[in-house]
C-alpha cells in the first residue's frame, strides 16, 4: 500500500513564498514520476510540475520560473518551491506518484491560498 503525506500549506501574502513536501511510503518502485497538481475552486485539476527519478523536470507555463519541483529519493520525498505566489496559484495542491505500471496514487491535499 503506498501512501502520501502532505504538509506545508497555508495562508501567504502575495509575492510571498511556500514549500510543500510529500512523503511516500510503502512499496515503492524505482521508475516513477513524482508530480504536484492543483485545483482551484470551480476549476479542473491541472498539472503543476512533475519530476521524473532522474531528476528531469517539466513545469506548467503558468508557475515556470517560480516554482521549482524537487527530490529526495534517500528519504522518498518530493518538494515544491513556491516564489513570487500570486492569488491565481490559490487551490488545494496535490502530490502523485505514479510508478509508470498503469497506477496513481495521489495525498490528500493541502490548502494554499494567497490573499492579502
Known amino acids: 500500500q503506498v501512501q502520501l503525506v502532505e504538509s506545508g500549506g497555508g495562508l501567504v501574502q502575495p509575492g510571498g513564498s511556500l514549500r510543500l513536501s510529500c512523503a511516500v511510503s510503502g512499496r515503492l518502485f524505482s521508475g516513477n514520476v513524482m508530480a504536484w497538481y492543483r485545483q482551484a475552486l470551480g476549476k479542473q485539476r491541472e498539472l503543476v510540475a512533475g519530476i521524473t527519478g532522474g531528476g528531469t523536470t517539466n513545469y506548467a507555463d503558468s508557475v515556470n520560473g517560480r516554482f521549482t519541483i524537487s527530490r529526495d529519493n534517500a528519504k522518498n520525498t518530493v518538494y515544491l518551491q513556491m516564489n513570487d505566489l500570486k492569488p491565481e496559484d490559490t487551490a488545494v495542491y496535490y502530490c502523485?506518484?505514479?510508478?509508470?505500471?498503469?497506477?496513481?496514487?495521489w495525498g490528500q491535499g493541502t490548502q494554499v491560498t494567497v490573499s492579502s
Open positions: 502523485n506518484y505514479n510508478p509508470l505500471d498503469g497506477r496513481s496514487y
